[in-house]
């Protein structure tokens, strides 16, 4: 009877991990595994990055009479759906002038502040995260410029005949790349896809769904809502440009779901320094869920056999 229950012990097949499944489904669509970043590498890869990005933007050609007249499009189809609300919301935060200074600074500064904090954040906190959060900026920014190549669009404040305020020439600030003198050296018809939601919606994501403390999750859920708002107000955005954010930014989430085998907030918070894993083997989460799952089947072989 002994002999049996051994035999029965050792000929029983092992059923297999849900995670080592998981990770052989996504073993030939994933590129790499999540590695502890490297604070020169990313320094000058997001430099780099951003160099070339605004490098293309403001090669795209600028297509005046196309960009005005796809601008006389989207005005016309916000108007049939009854949501051009545009040109109400400018006039009147425009008549509060210490509520649309404010608002030409943001548009001028936390586009970036809140982006490099929120990557900063990241590499600090979550390194293990960080490499997939920011695949997700890089493809979102990257599929905006084929939006700026393909549909350039005028933003309200440079439509004719709808009497939109340009914000930042009115009142003397400076917030806009594509007002003042900063409007020869930026291409000004480049408002279709929004990057202003894109990244503050990137972040506003990545903090909800990363931080732990409830106030900081709502903050991040209010920063790319206050964006939006923002945008529209100083007359650099329509709504519809806001929508264009949005899809680009799933865009980068499937790009970085493509490359990792995981949505970025599943990822391991925290991973082995370069070198440390072994080339090819499963990184320190698959690792430790493996062992788990071993030491689950030895307790339950042990019981088993009535040790």
Sequence with gaps: MGETTVKSLDSRTTPSSPIVADEGRFARLRARAPRRPTIWFEILLIAVSYWTYSLIRNAVPEQKAEALRNADWIWRTEESLGLAFEHAVNHAVNSVTWLIVSMNYYYATLHFVVTIGVLVWLYRWHPGRYAAFRTVLFATTGVALVGYYLYPLAPPRLMNGQNFVDTVLVHHTWGSMASGNLKHVSNQYAAMPSMHIG???????????????????ILGLLYPAATLVVIVATANHFWLDAVGGMICLAFGFAVSYFWYGSRPHRLPKLVEPVGVVERGGPSPARRTDRETSGAKEEAEEQVGSGR
Excluded: D, E, K, Y
């Design 199 to 217: 990244w503050s919606l990137w972040c506003g994501l990545t903090i909800f769904l990363l931080a732990r403390a409830p106030w900081a999750r």
